[in-house]
């Protein structure tokens, strides 16, 4: 070699060492986490699913942004609570996206189609919402968890609290879908067996809001109560209607906490002194929850409501499960086993998941007070969905 070819050579050399420690770097850097979030952003669920992506990021920002030592990319898809549009809009984030994990959503007809094609192709889901029994039952899967609640899980509670209040005879109202149907379902399991009867069981299609000639029948009918399942808008316009109708002072209304959280704002005072149960309230005044609602108020300047807890729960299920694995996804064995074991320090209290991956979690009686769901009790402690049909 002659000595101009070395300096050549040594010149390169050098500036390939120079080059090398920020390549070396580059390197080491994992590639982001893609979560892929589907939820609601239009229709009678937006607020829903907007609540569940503020929880979410509000747990990552208190990580630093990373989950598992690897920082996160958020793809969001707007699901419309369309269960027609379901099945593509999951194949989006799976197959054109390349998401690591999916989360989503709020309607139960659209998580049984997301949870679906989740199973299929072996694709983390962390449901963050939708209540639909099957998800944790016949659908169950290794793969599949949720951080929310079964729909039977609320209204079961309801059953056994109406009964205690003294009703024998109730009336209930709802969309004709498989959250209403089941809500209704797991009401009438608890309150009939502790002596009560549901008379009839009216319902309309979803999202409708034509509720006047439901709520005549109900006038003319006069029974002890009614048991109804709505949320985000379609629930405003219930009890506005309900209010109107001039029913509250005779007919007492129950309901699972959707039917009230969220929207006392937009509702005005049309729902006040309502009882309702859900794994959620205002009031808890724990210091995990103190926490969680003032980081949720400072960074979104909103009070927080149960969906918002579930999305920051979602979050924390997630972080669990990549902290067991240093956020390698490929060792998903170890990643599913470590959500399966984690307790979650949530703000609602603490939880654990039952086998079929849904929160095993205490009821809460609420009264609604102002603005607010005032925890005034459990209604059932620990209480665990019985996901019939699961075989995991
Ligand atoms: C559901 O479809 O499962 C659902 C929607 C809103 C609130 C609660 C449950």
Redesign the pocket.
């Known amino acids: 070699m002659t000595r101009s070819t070395l300096t050549v050579a040594a010149a390169a050399a050098l500036a390939l060492g120079a080059l090398a420690t920020p390549l070396a770097t580059q390197a080491q850097q994992p590639a982001k986490l893609k979560v892929g979030f589907m939820l609601p952003y239009t229709g009678t669920?937006a607020a829903?699913g907007v609540a569940i992506e503020n929880g979410f990021r509000l747990h990552l920002a208190e990580q630093g942004g990373k989950l598992g030592g690897r920082e996160v990319e958020i793809v969001k898809v707007d699901d419309e609570?369309d269960p027609s549009k379901a099945t593509d809009n999951v194949n989006k984030l799976i197959k054109r996206d390349e998401v690591d994990v999916v989360v989503g959503t709020?309607?139960?007809?659209?998580?049984m189609a997301m949870a679906k094609v989740a199973k299929d192709t072996g694709t983390l889901l962390i449901v963050p919402?939708?209540?639909?029994d099957a998800v944790t039952g016949p659908m169950c899967a290794p793969n599949i968890f949720r951080s929310?609640?079964s729909?039977w899980q609320p209204a079961y509670a309801m059953g056994e609290v109406a009964a205690k209040r003294g009703h024998k005879k109730v009336m209930t109202i709802t969309w004709k879908?498989?959250?209403?149907d089941?809500?209704v379902g797991g009401f009438k399991e608890a309150f009939e067996k502790n002596g009560g009867q549901v008379t009839k069981s009216l319902n309309l299609p979803f999202p409708g809001v034509e509720f006047q000639a439901l709520l005549t029948e109900i006038a003319a009918a006069k029974p002890d109560a009614v048991y109804a399942?709505f949320?985000?808008g379609g629930a405003v316009k219930f009890l506005k209607d309900y209010a109107a109708a001039g029913l509250p002072k005779t007919v007492p209304l129950y309901g699972?906490g959707?039917l009230t959280d969220g929207i006392l704002e937009a509702a005005g005072d049309v729902s006040q002194g309502m009882v309702t149960t859900l794994h959620y309230a205002d009031g808890l005044n724990t210091p995990r929850d103190n926490a969680f609602r003032l980081a949720y108020a400072k960074a979104y300047k909103l009070q927080p409501d149960v969906?918002a807890v579930q999305g920051y729960d979602a979050a924390q299920m997630l972080g669990a499960g990549l902290k067991a694995v240093g956020g390698d996804t490929t060792k998903k064995p170890q990643l599913i086993a470590a959500i399966e074991a984690a307790q979650i320090e949530s703000p609602r209290g603490p939880f654990k998941l039952s086998k079929a991956h849904n929160p095993v979690q205490d009821i809460y009686i609420r009264k609604v007070d102002g603005k607010v769901n005032q925890v005034t009790g459990i209604a059932i402690k620990a209480l665990a969905d019985p996901a019939r049909g699961c075989r995991l």
């Open positions: 669920f829903l609570s709020v309607h139960s007809g659209v998580a919402n939708a209540g639909a929310s609640f729909n879908y498989a959250a209403g089941e809500s399942f949320s985000g699972p959707f969906f």
